[in-house]
């Protein structure tokens, strides 16, 4: 599904990210870690086409995606979320969620004015889709809810659900468990895990809790300092030398 | 969130705005006049409201693309209007006016909405004044002397009938799930094209948009005062249509139509400070910056859950 | 055209330029704002000095260069304070919020300050001439005309800009507005005093639009409200030129748009779009390079 091959970005004479080979398979949950500064949300934005790679490629659906920018990107599959949760911040949940559906309503400018019947009924289909996804994951009574106004975790999952609704086919997931509670923690991997088995999706996973990533990631890549160090199951990198040395007795488990 | 039955209520403004015409000639002709400049200033001030609040690209410029719509539609009306008398030919020259405007603001719009914030507004105010410039030294239109003798055809059906027009096309368009695109690219860009949104093409649509609807405002203000002048279309218009925006609340129709509204009457009232008038315009942009940015009719009409 | 008399003129212009382009500057580089009044202080500074020299020729004798510089200090001291006074009410209490509340709040000073003085109350719409602080001497130079004033204005822009220049380099008070400029919060935690620097910051910049001032009105056919709105202008875009927050930069700016404003002056048909040039150039290099001339660009992290 995704390739990298030798990924690199240089910033000035900062080398941030250098030389990744990086594959998720289709329906493979990848992890990558680091310690902070490694260059894991710098890999994303390679991804997701924020930044432009300095050289190397990358791979998506078979496709290059060099120079594509990031929404064209999202139309053809990848989704992601973000370190900070960047939801729209004047909208409702459910309009949060409508304007990722929007990739697929189809509905444009003039449609929107004139407001003839095809319009009519592709909105109350775009809404009818959203409610439905917003139901499954427990969100739909807030849907008119002002989307920051939600608790922290709630507004976590939301960001995930307005992803799902761009109908991806990867799913990057930036520190989604990133201040989180231990329970929320657990129902986070439980949600990763059945949006995974649901939707058909890859996910790559970035995140530094090593209980999530151990416990639900089939294959985890490690970076440090933008280089790969590490790749394999959760036991090996568990044991994996280089990998105890670069975080250095953080915790591992 | 789609208000049903949308269109009915663009019907009924613009048959109330074709009846409230046909009560003009009993009308005192100086109040006539005000409401007319009222309907105008709606126009441009929900038109800036879609680049400004809806979709948080902070244009100055905004009298740049009054100015095209208005010197063009009325250049249509000295130079062919005299051979085409039709009922139809105001409002095509109006749109006329407004499509120039629009193809100027794509023009403008597409080198400048990689700025942000305060480079965007600078470079906007400097397209305006380059217009202004330009259209002082167009001998076709009068120059810097302006443009004189525009025939009188505005009148409040065509004022208030494009009023309810350009309300209801802006607010039709940001209440459908093509529209809440705008607000996305204003409240968070780069999530925005994450999910889909193309946000250049989002910017710059809401630009020609804006612009559009400014030219037709433009060439209703021409064949109402039937004089133009190409330094009553500089950087300080722009600035009056901003300070409606943000008086109104930046992205809320109702509170920007009510801004419009009070900031054209506001002059009328204030008849006898006229000397003052200017110096408490200035106060008054600067209290509301420091005290109510948010504008001055903010209710929190959204439901706040405690976190 | 003559073109060596068209520059020397250009160079008169472009120092005043300069000048002003300086405070602009310098108020960009520590607040990250444009001060849209900084043309109006250069308009009070005029005016200062306006009211202010009669006295000071009564005590000095007219036309004394001691009293010239009497009335420049003076002017700049008033000016100085207006800066930092502005500073306090208007822009101090919109520290935190999004730049464009403060554009807009200081468009709205420039306007209040305009249309105050231009009530009939205060100072009056109408130009008023300006006293001669200096004799005028005009020097031939083979067939060049030079101007003892335009000197003079090149004379004090070289001075102020290495005294700029000194006072951010290499004194306490300039390291300290460094820090300010690159990072407010991280200057607060290492104790520098950033409210106060901010003060001073507008302070000297209102200075040296108070001494542009005179030097322009001393060139201008009359002082009037709004002197200072055109050449402000120019001279942030001479500013923007240079590279904002720049100070050799402001001066580069400021002396190649003087010269380009000239040498089109001087070309039959290009004069009318003199206003135009200005803003031609301005969104050009904010398009071509946002960092101006000498600026070096900054990298947004996501």
């Given at each position: 599904m995704l390739e990298l091959?030798?990924a690199?970005i ?6 941030a990210v250098?030389?990744l080979?990086l594959?998720v ?7 990558l ?6 260059g894991k949300t710098t890999a994303f934005n390679m991804i997701t086409g924020v930044y432009r790679p300095?050289?190397?490629?990358i791979r998506f659906a078979?496709k290059d995606t060099l120079g594509i920018k990031p929404n064209k990107l999202a139309a053809r599959g990848i989704a992601r979320t973000f370190q900070?949760?960047r ?13 990722a559906?929007?990739l ?55 960001e995930i659900?307005r992803a799902?609704?761009t109908?991806p086919k990867l799913l990057l997931l930036d520190e ?25 999706l890859s996910v790559l996973l970035v ?47 | ?187 968070d860009e780069i999530a925005a094209e994450s999910n889909g949104v193309d946000t ?108 | ?301 996501v």
């Amino acid at each position: 599904m995704l390739e990298l091959e030798k990924a690199t970005i240089k910033f000035g004479g900062l080398t941030a990210v250098s030389e990744l080979d990086l594959n998720v398979g289709e329906g493979e949950l990848v992890g990558l870690i680091g310690p902070n500064g490694a260059g894991k949300t710098t890999a994303f934005n390679m991804i997701t086409g924020v930044y432009r790679p300095t050289s190397g490629q990358i791979r998506f659906a078979g496709k290059d995606t060099l120079g594509i920018k990031p929404n064209k990107l999202a139309a053809r599959g990848i989704a992601r979320t973000f370190q900070n949760i960047r939801l729209f911040a004047s909208l409702s949940v459910l309009d949060n969620i409508r304007v990722a559906a929007r990739l697929h309503n189809g509905e444009g400018y003039f449609s929107a004015l004139w407001r003839g019947k095809g319009w009519k009924s592709a909105e109350a289909e775009t809404e009818k889709n959203a409610l439905e996804l917003l139901e499954i994951f427990d969100l739909a009574e807030q849907r008119d809810e002002l989307a920051v106004s939600l608790p922290y975790g709630d507004q976590r999952r939301l960001e995930i659900v307005r992803a799902l609704a761009t109908k991806p086919k990867l799913l990057l997931l930036d520190e989604p468990a990133a201040g989180m509670n231990p329970s929320e923690k657990v129902d986070l991997m439980r949600l990763i895990q059945f949006v995974k088995e649901r939707y058909n999706l890859s996910v790559l996973l970035v995140e530094h809790d090593m209980k999530v990533v151990m416990g639900i990631c089939e294959r985890i890549a490690v970076l440090e300092y933008g280089i790969k160090i590490a790749e394999g199951t959760p036991k090996e990198i568990q044991c994996h030398p280089k990998v105890i040395e670069a975080y250095l007795g953080a915790a591992a488990g | 969130m789609p208000f049903p039955g949308a269109k009915r209520w663009l019907l009924l403004g613009i048959a109330l705005a074709i009846l409230a015409s046909y009560f003009t000639p009993h009308c005192n002709r100086y109040y006539l006049g005000v409401a007319i400049d009222v309907g105008i200033a709606i126009i441009l001030a929900t038109s800036l409201n879609l680049i400004n609040g809806h979709t948080g690209q902070f244009s100055l410029g905004h009298a740049g693309f009054m100015a095209v719509g208005g010197f063009f539609s009325a250049w249509i009306s000295l130079n062919v209007g005299e051979a085409v008398n039709a009922f139809w030919y105001f409002p095509l020259s109006l749109i006329a006016g407004g499509l120039l405007a629009a193809a100027v603001g794509l023009f403008v719009g597409v080198p400048s909405l990689r700025l942000r914030g305060d480079y965007l507004a600078i470079v906007t105010l400097g397209f305006g004044e380059i217009i202004r410039v330009i259209a002082q030294n167009t001998e076709a239109i009068g120059a810097a002397s302006g443009l004189k003798g525009i025939p009188k055809l505005t009148n409040l059906g065509w004022t208030f009938g494009f009023a309810a027009i350009t309300i209801y096309a802006i607010t039709a368009l940001v209440n459908s799930t093509y529209g809440r695109g705008f607000i996305a690219v204003h409240d968070d860009e780069i999530a925005a094209e994450s999910n889909g949104v193309d946000t250049t093409r989002t910017k710059v649509t809401a630009f020609i948009t804006g612009a559009f609807f400014a030219g037709i405002a433009g060439g209703l203000y021409a064949h109402h005062k039937q004089f133009l002048s190409p330094t009553g279309f500089d950087w300080l218009k722009s600035v009056d249509i901003v300070v409606m925006v943000i008086l109104g609340g930046m992205g809320r129709t109702v509170g920007v139509i009510a801004a419009a509204i009070l900031l054209t009457l506001m002059p009328e009232f204030l008849r006898e400070f006229s000397q003052y008038r200017m110096i408490l315009y200035a106060l008054l942009i600067i209290l509301l910056m420091l005290l109510r940015p948010g504008g001055l009719f903010t209710i929190n009409l959204k439901r706040r859950k405690k976190a | 055209m003559d073109w060596l008399q068209q520059i020397i003129n250009g160079l008169g212009l472009g120092a005043i330029y300069a000048l002003i382009a300086l405070g602009y500057t310098m108020v960009y580089g520590v607040l990250r704002f444009i001060n849209f009044a900084h043309s109006d202080v250069l308009m009070l500074g005029a005016f200062t000095a306006f009211y202010v020299s009669p006295e000071i020729e009564k005590l000095m004798g007219s036309q004394s260069v001691f009293g010239c510089i009497m009335v420049f200090v003076v002017a700049a001291a008033v000016c100085a304070c207006i800066g930092m006074l502005i500073e306090r009410l208007a822009y101090r209490p919109l520290r935190n919020r999004p730049k464009l509340t403060v554009l807009i709040t200081a468009i709205g000073v420039s306007l209040l300050i305009e249309f105050t003085a231009q009530n009939e109350n205060v100072l009056g719409a109408s130009p008023r001439p300006f006293p001669q602080l200096l004799p005028e001497h005009t020097i031939h130079l083979g067939r060049l005309v030079v101007s003892s004033n335009d000197i003079l204005t090149v004379v004090v822009t070289v001075i102020l800009l290495i005294g700029m220049w000194f006072i951010v380099q290499k004194t306490r008070v300039g390291t300290a507005m460094r820090a300010v400029s690159y990072n407010q919060q991280a200057a607060s935690l290492m104790g520098v005093p950033v409210n106060r620097i901010i003060s001073f910051t507008f302070g000297l910049g209102s200075a040296l639009a108070a001494i542009a001032g005179i030097l322009y009105a001393i060139k201008a056919p009359g002082i009037e409200p709004l002197m200072g709105v055109q050449p402000g202008l120019r001279a942030f875009v001479a500013a923007v030129l240079g590279g904002i927050g720049n100070l050799p930069g402001a001066v580069l700016g400021g002396v190649i748009l003087g010269l380009l404003e000239t040498i089109a002056g001087g070309i039959p048909g290009l004069s009318n779009y003199r206003d135009a040039i200005a803003f031609g150039i301005l969104i050009i290099i904010l398009l071509v390079k946002p960092a101006g001339l000498l600026g070096r660009s900054s990298v947004e992290k996501v």
